[in-house]
Nanobody, 114 residues
Framework: QVQLVESGGGLAQAGGSLRLSCATS????????MGWYRQAPGKQRELVARISSGGSTNLADSVKGRFTISRDNAKNTVYLQMNSLKPEDTAVYYCHTKMSLDYWGQGTQVTVSS
């Protein structure tokens, strides 16, 4: 059974930092690309960052220079370090991986106050 469990969300002030974690089980983590998506109220879910099984990363233009995605294969966990947060980063953040199906975590709320 595949499980993705996010943690680390919460309330931050503009300019602050948060680190999200996504602990996985039921997959061969080291072989899977992982991604972070977010969905703000009234908006479509969008890709924030992605990391391949080999460690190559892609980030959305809106977060480049502020967010970093990383992975720890020994802990089966992917991280999203978010610095210089802005109110427009407010959203529910979801962890994702794709094998034969798409798998999503339950989401963690990030709220950035101005």
């Amino acid at each position: 059974q595949v499980q993705l469990v996010e943690s680390g969300g919460g309330l931050a002030q503009a300019g602050g930092s948060l680190r999200l974690s996504c602990a996985t089980s039921g997959i061969i983590f080291s072989l899977n690309g992982m991604g972070w998506y977010r969905q703000a109220p009234g908006k479509q879910r969008e890709l924030v960052a992605r990391i391949s099984s080999g460690g190559s990363t892609n980030l959305a233009d809106s977060v480049k220079g502020r967010f970093t995605i990383s992975r720890d294969n020994a802990k089966n966990t992917v991280y999203l370090q978010m610095n210089s947060l802005k109110p427009e980063d407010t959203a529910v953040y979801y962890c994702h991986t794709k094998m034969s199906l798409d798998y999503w975590g339950q989401g963690t709320q990030v709220t950035v106050s101005s």
